[in-house]
């Protein structure tokens, strides 16, 4: 069966360490993987996405690798700061029409 | 960054009666919409997709007849929950597609539903 797993629903790390969040798949093969923040409440807000054929994208603190032979990314907040505390959501493109499928989340928590 | 608008944020509504959710595509035109669900602490969950003058498309297992979606314009696609029982209290969020073959989505706000 088809599926998205992050690694641990919740995370917890002191400011100023990197998170590191997981995203696995299985039996998919997604054109291009997404990354989303979301606040409780509140719908998604775009992150980053990164393509098939590329293995590493860079955005200010956050990078994401796409491992398609491990069917596996990896996202990471260097740097981290409580303001960076949210729900992390990966999404792949599956089928046709740009259909998002979302991982199940995980929830980040900075403390300082 | 593109805006797309979901309206109300949150509506109250009693068992039997409807529920129309807006959204609403700010400073940009969306051939292509999206409406999820998503309970809590799970992910969201594609219901259908809606494209401007076509019908909708829905996932598996979404009635097609409770879940009422018109995309009458670029801009803007309804979500209407009709006839609403307790168990469809979920949040509903919508999102677009700028233009054509766009991969960034941006999503509403998002509307929570609670049945009484």
């Known amino acids: 069966s088809q599926k998205i797993e992050q690694n641990s629903e919740a995370l917890n790390i002191q400011e100023g360490k990197t998170a590191t969040l997981t995203c696995n798949y299985t039996?998919?093969?997604?054109?291009?993987l997404q990354w989303y923040r979301q606040d409780p409440g509140r719908g998604p807000v775009f992150l980053l996405l990164?393509?098939?054929?590329?293995k590493e994208k860079r955005k200010e603190r956050l990078k994401v690798t796409f491992d398609t032979t491990l069917k596996q990314s990896l996202f990471h907040i260097t740097a981290s700061q409580p303001a960076d505390s949210a729900t992390y959501l990966c999404?792949?493109?599956?089928?046709?029409?740009?259909?998002?499928?979302f991982g199940t989340g995980t929830r980040l928590q900075v403390t300082l | 960054g593109a805006v797309v608008s979901q309206h109300p944020s949150w509506v109250i509504c009693k068992s039997g009666t409807s529920v129309k959710i807006e959204c609403r595509s700010l400073?940009?035109?969306?051939?292509?919409m999206f409406w999820y669900r998503q309970f809590p602490k799970q992910s969201l969950m594609l219901m259908a997709t809606?494209?401007?003058?076509?019908?909708?498309?829905?996932e598996q297992g979404v009635e097609k007849d409770k879940f009422l979606i018109n995309h009458a314009s670029l801009t803007l696609s309804t979500l209407t929950v009709t006839s609403a029982h307790p168990e469809d209290s979920s949040f509903y969020i919508c999102?677009?597609?700028?233009?054509?073959?766009?991969?960034?989505?941006?999503f509403g706000q998002g509307t929570r539903l609670t049945v009484v």
């Open positions: 990164i393509r098939e054929n590329e």
């Open positions: 999404a792949l493109h599956t089928g046709t029409a740009s259909k998002l499928t």
């Open positions: 039996n998919y093969s997604p054109a291009y």
């Open positions: 999102s677009a597609l700028p233009g054509q073959g766009g991969t960034e989505a941006f």
């Open positions: 809606s494209n401007e003058g076509s019908k909708a498309t829905y």
């Open positions: 400073d940009f035109q969306a051939t292509t």
